[in-house]
């Protein structure tokens, strides 16, 4: 029998690319779908093809008692909803499958993230044990590791820092648009300067940063009131007060998590892995990008590191350490909206055979977000 799912959230910018990701693989051939909405209830549901049981309309996202007839509930409605929603619909008595795209849940003892090309034994470890929460991971932790996880499974790692370079659509489709709304008016502001060809490099470059200073409120409204169009920002996220920010704290806590490392419920009582990170945001429209450093608990050939991490999943694409593959193959541009997660740069470096250097790219809209939950639904059916 057909898993009866319910989607929520199915039309923000996580939500749609999850309906394009589950219309090309055909998932809605093999469920009953009935989408939710908080705001356009009782109006006509999407069509989807090969989707031929699902209801024509769209039902209420706040109706817990309609909630409570789906086997598996796929969110991407955001934070807001999941603490709203969960706890009454879970106190109700509804014991089926919740799938989620928001953080709230996230390190829940009784919550699994899930990354299935790279914990799927921890997946089926905890739905042998009846846990029924599985929540997508943070957008850069999942990237890092569909890109590097060859390395943790084989248990080499001692220690991990990465520098992250986290685009604009970390932040949502408003963060996009601020972005290229700012690139625009810096053109705006020296389009006749460019224009001609005496004018002085150093004058446009004053202008340009005249304007990135000018920048009203309103206009860098999504990034605090600074300006990303080409700027970078140091800091993502909540400030810990303790030097660090809610996603760099997100690095080392998730990562353990994914691998189900310091899981007592999992019955892993191993050391966690000291994992550092530094966040940073850049002006780029999609696309997480990573600089890893790893010290390795023992000295392993650099050519057989090489093999592990080509050969560790269908989608990671080994790209040799050189000027013209690491430029042409490296970069958000080339990856943006594909599933490959490019790892590159791999080197050992100058403080030892046990320090190895690396740098990835991932589409933070699709494995860092999209992809594991509609993965999820597969595992489930399974």
């Known amino acids: 029998m057909a898993l009866r799912v319910g989607l929520v959230g199915w039309r923000g910018m996580v939500g749609s690319v999850l309906m394009q990701?589950?219309?090309?693989?055909?998932?809605?051939d093999t469920i009953e779908t009935t989408f939710f909405s908080t705001s356009s209830a009782g109006k006509a549901a999407p069509e989807i093809e090969g989707c031929k049981t699902y209801d024509p309309i769209l039902q209420d996202g706040n109706d817990v008692a309609k909630l409570?007839?789906?086997?598996?509930?796929?969110?991407?409605?955001?934070?807001?909803?999941?603490?709203?929603?969960?706890?009454?619909?879970?106190?109700?008595?509804?014991?089926?499958?919740?799938?989620?795209?928001s953080k709230i849940l996230r390190m829940n003892d009784d919550a699994i993230i899930i990354l299935d090309p790279i914990n799927m034994p921890v997946i089926?470890?905890?739905l042998a044990k009846g846990i029924k929460d599985w929540i997508g991971g943070n957008c850069t932790v999942s990237?890092?590791?569909?890109?590097?996880?060859?390395?943790?499974?084989?248990?080499?790692?001692e220690w991990m820092q990465t520098s992250t370079y986290q685009a604009a659509s970390g932040g949502?489709?408003?963060?996009?648009?601020?972005?290229?709304?700012?690139?625009?008016a810096l053109y705006a502001e020296v389009k006749d300067l460019l224009n001609d060809p005496a004018s002085a490099i150093l004058e446009i470059d004053r202008k340009v940063t005249?304007?990135?200073?000018?920048?009203t409120s309103e206009e860098a409204a999504n990034f605090r009131g600074i300006p990303l169009g080409g700027n970078l920002i140091p800091w993502i996220d909540a400030d810990r007060e303790d030097g660090t920010s809610l996603e760099e704290w997100k690095g080392g806590a998730e990562t353990n998590k994914i691998m189900g490392i310091a899981n007592k419920i999992l019955g892993s009582n191993e050391a966690p892995i000291p994992i550092d990170s530094t966040c940073i945001r850049v002006g780029a429209m999609r696309c997480h990008s990573?600089?890893?450093?790893?010290?390795?608990?023992?000295?392993?050939?650099?050519?057989?590191?090489?093999?592990?991490?080509?050969?560790?999943?269908?989608?990671?694409?080994?790209?040799?350490?050189?000027?013209?593959?690491?430029?042409?193959?490296?970069?958000?541009?080339?990856?943006?909206?594909?599933?490959?997660?490019?790892?590159?740069?791999?080197?050992?470096?100058?403080?030892?055979?046990?320090?190895?250097?690396?740098?990835?790219?991932?589409?933070?809209?699709l494995w860092g977000a999209a992809e594991p939950l509609r993965r999820m639904l597969r595992v489930l059916q399974a």
């Open 68 to 101: 409570k007839g789906m086997d598996v509930i796929i969110t991407c409605q955001g934070g807001d909803y999941t603490k709203t929603i969960y706890k009454p619909l879970r106190e109700a008595g509804w014991k089926g499958h919740w799938i989620d795209a």
């Open 21 to 28: 990701r589950m219309s090309a693989e055909r998932d809605f």
């Open 210 to 215: 005249a304007k990135q200073n000018a920048f």
């Open 172 to 184: 949502g489709a408003p963060n996009m648009r601020e972005l290229l709304t700012q690139y625009g």
């Open 124 to 126: 089926k470890n905890a």
């Open 143 to 157: 990237c890092m590791l569909m890109g590097v996880g060859a390395l943790y499974k084989a248990g080499l790692v």
């Open 290 to 365: 990573q600089s890893l450093t790893f010290k390795l608990k023992k000295n392993v050939p650099l050519a057989d590191i090489e093999q592990m991490i080509a050969n560790d999943n269908e989608w990671v694409k080994f790209v040799p350490n050189n000027r013209i593959d690491s430029e042409k193959q490296l970069t958000p541009a080339v990856v943006s909206g594909t599933m490959n997660i490019p790892v590159g740069r791999v080197r050992k470096l100058a403080m030892g055979p046990q320090y190895l250097g690396a740098f990835t790219v991932g589409d933070q809209l």
